[in-house]
Structure formats: structure tokens, C-alpha cells
């Protein structure tokens, strides 16, 4: 009888860790367990707003994908595991696995009061199209724009969107003649914001900031959010539209189970992406904190490089070998302002930025296509 795989989520991850078990094990069987059989190509909801893309181009039926991978598919939410993980609980029913990698993905955090009155833009197609309809209607006025993060997991931020999303919405207003009405401010409760992508890049960053006159209010914690804007430790930062990204932390359903989790609330993981004292059960992607350089990145490139070695360390260990393959610690980010784009490249061993040029604009968009094109001639 052949070896039944699970595979928890339809992101970066879940998707990189089904593709690669069918190519090693093709006759295994696998399912994948997720909300919807729908891939959101999240990189890209930053040019949502300025009208660069529709929602309905980052949005993939996965249908065609399954069926050409031999994928079984469940629609359910994960609700908890049970005997050591050989059983995941689901409100679809109990799913057994004979091996497992957990992708479901991180969450916001959401304790900071009146955080109802921000847009996160990562949450999905439906906030980037609220985003874009705020601005549309905007003819005068201050944006405020920033992000947060995880006091118990430093590397749980998500900030590269948030500047592309602030310098993408500044050209958009420049092209429609609105930038003179309409102020841009960048608030932070680090002084030096982005610290992932090393020094170098956050001097650039926050340079190209003060060439597009975008006002910066950093170093000060935000306390609360109204419709007045977002009060911090140092003063009151008006805006009439904030634009958040909450810090992260792993998923709630890990809340019913026994998985281990760090102090930042994520599955724990190992070097090779096991989870510790599960037997065959292994994370990838921003469910799971990994050991790693202290800027080790929650972006989907990092996901797909530990899915792969998930998925892999699992056929091992099937095969009653150790687990051995280590996903490389690497960064890589265009910081895009819809006319330009700025790369930073970060390894173990270096750090590049490279500055403003339109190809690296081209370059983001030629990899979004080649990405979808393996998803959507499936």
C-alpha cells in the first residue's frame, strides 16, 4: 500500500511541498487540506492598489494543478492534530497520514486598539481593493503607512510590501497630479526600519523616502489607532487613511494540539524543518520558526526553499534515513515603486543593493508570470 502524504495550506509552501513529494514519490498519494483550492499570489497585491494589477490576475484555481499532480483535496479549516500527528483534525473530519508538513501559514496580530480603523494590505485581494477604492476617492488629504511586528520573535515583520506599497502609491498620486494634496507619512517604532535587509538598504530606503518628500515619524511605539490616526509614544501621527502591517505569529489551530511552539507563538522547527519529538511531521513557511540568522526572512522565496527541503527530509526519513537537507538562508527582495525597483540580495555571506533601475521593475514582473504560468497551464 502506498504512503499517504498531507500537506496543510495552499500558499508558497504547501504548494512547493506537493509539487516536489509527487515529482520523488510519484506513487504516493497526497492530499492537501486548505480552505479553498485557490493560490494567492500575495507578492503582488502591491500593485492592486495603483491599478497595476486586478485581483482576478493573482488568483489561481488550483483545479487544473491537482488534477495534473494526482493531488486529493479537502476543503477545511485544521482544527488540531491527534497521535503524534498520524491524525489531523479538520472540520471536513479526521485526515491520517502516514507523513505530514504543516504550511498553514502565520497570522496578524491584532491587539493593538482601534487597529480597526487600518488596512492591512496582506491580508488579501479584498483589502488591496479596499485600499485602491480609499485612494480613488482621494483628492486631498495625509496616508500614513507602516508596519508592525512580534516583540517575542523579532523576524516576524513583514515590512518590504508596505515600502513598496508606500513608494508605488506615491508615483500613482504623482501620475494623477494628486502628490501636492496628499501628504505621505511613514511611521515605525524602530529608528531604523527594515533592519532584515541590512544597513545598507534601510539607508537607501529611507533616503529614497526623503527624495519623494514622504515625511518619517520613527522610533516610537504606536499606542492606539483611531479615525484620526495613529497615536505613538512620541506624539500623534494624523492621517486620514493607515495603512498597517500587524507583526506575525504562527497559526491559532496550533493552539489544540501539542505542537511545540516558540516564544513568538510558531511551530518550532529544527535545521531541516522537522518538528521536534513529532515523528514525520515537518513546517515550512511562515507557520514555523526556524533557526537561522536573526534576519532570516517570512517572504515566499524563503518558504519555497524550506518547503522543498521539508518535503525531501520527509521521503527521507520515510525511507528510514536522517533527516539532511538545510534550507539555505537567503534573501531576496525587489523594492518596487511601480516605475522603478530597488534589489537587495542578502545571504550568510553578503549583502547587495543595488539602485533604482527599471529593469528590476520588469524583472518582478517577469518572475510573477513565470511563477503563475506552472499554476495556470496546469
Given at each position: ?21 509527487r515529482s ?47 493531488i486529493d ?22 485526515v491520517e ?282
Amino acid at each position: 500500500m502506498s504512503d499517504h502524504f498531507v500537506v496543510l495550506g495552499a500558499g508558497f509552501a504547501a504548494l512547493t511541498a506537493a509539487r516536489t513529494l509527487r515529482s520523488k514519490a510519484p506513487q504516493a498519494r497526497i492530499t492537501l487540506v486548505a480552505h479553498k483550492a485557490e493560490f494567492v499570489y500575495l507578492p503582488s497585491l502591491i500593485w492592486v492598489p495603483t491599478g497595476v494589477r486586478k485581483s482576478s490576475d493573482l488568483v489561481i484555481d488550483l483545479a487544473p494543478f491537482l488534477h495534473k499532480h494526482r493531488i486529493d483535496f479537502l476543503a477545511a479549516e485544521v482544527t488540531g492534530l491527534q497521535d503524534g500527528g498520524r491524525t489531523v483534525l479538520t472540520t471536513g473530519g479526521p485526515v491520517e497520514n502516514d507523513g505530514l508538513i504543516i504550511a498553514t501559514g502565520g497570522r496578524f496580530i491584532k491587539k493593538l486598539p482601534g487597529i480597526e480603523h487600518a488596512i492591512a494590505l496582506c491580508e488579501g485581494v479584498a483589502a488591496a481593493e479596499k485600499i485602491r477604492e480609499r485612494l480613488l476617492a482621494m483628492d486631498s488629504g495625509r496616508i500614513a503607512c507602516g508596519f508592525g511586528g512580534n516583540p517575542q520573535e523579532p523576524t516576524a515583520a513583514r515590512g518590504g510590501p508596505m515600502f513598496e506599497l508606500l513608494f508605488g502609491i506615491d508615483t500613482w498620486l504623482r501620475r494623477q497630479r494628486k502628490r501636492d494634496k496628499v501628504e505621505l507619512v511613514f511611521f515605525n517604532a524602530s529608528d531604523k526600519p527594515g533592519q532584515r535587509l541590512g544597513e545598507r538598504a534601510v539607508t537607501n530606503l529611507l533616503s529614497h523616502m526623503a527624495k519623494r518628500r514622504i515625511d518619517t515619524h520613527l522610533g516610537h511605539k504606536p499606542l492606539r489607532m483611531s479615525p484620526e490616526g495613529v497615536e505613538t509614544e512620541g506624539g500623534l501621527v494624523k492621517a486620514d487613511l493607515i495603512l498597517f502591517m500587524p507583526g506575525m505569529t504562527g497559526p491559532s489551530w496550533t493552539h489544540n494540539s501539542e505542537l511545540p511552539r516558540s516564544p513568538g507563538g510558531f511551530i518550532q522547527a529544527d535545521a531541516h524543518c522537522a518538528v521536534p519529538g513529532f515523528e514525520r511531521v515537518f513546517v515550512a513557511g511562515d507557520a514555523g520558526s526556524y533557526p537561522g540568522p536573526d534576519w532570516l526572512p517570512k517572504q515566499a522565496h524563503m518558504a519555497d526553499l524550506q518547503a522543498k527541503a521539508a518535503a525531501e527530509n520527509l521521503l527521507l526519513v520515510m525511507q528510514g534515513q536522517p533527516a539532511q537537507h538545510v534550507p539555505k538562508a537567503e534573501l531576496v527582495c525587489i523594492v518596487d515603486t511601480v516605475d522603478s525597483g530597488i534589489l537587495v540580495f542578502r545571504d550568510e555571506n553578503k549583502t547587495i543593493v543595488l539602485p533604482p533601475s527599471r529593469a528590476f521593475t520588469w524583472a518582478k514582473r517577469w518572475f510573477e508570470g513565470k511563477y503563475l504560468k506552472d499554476y495556470r497551464s496546469a
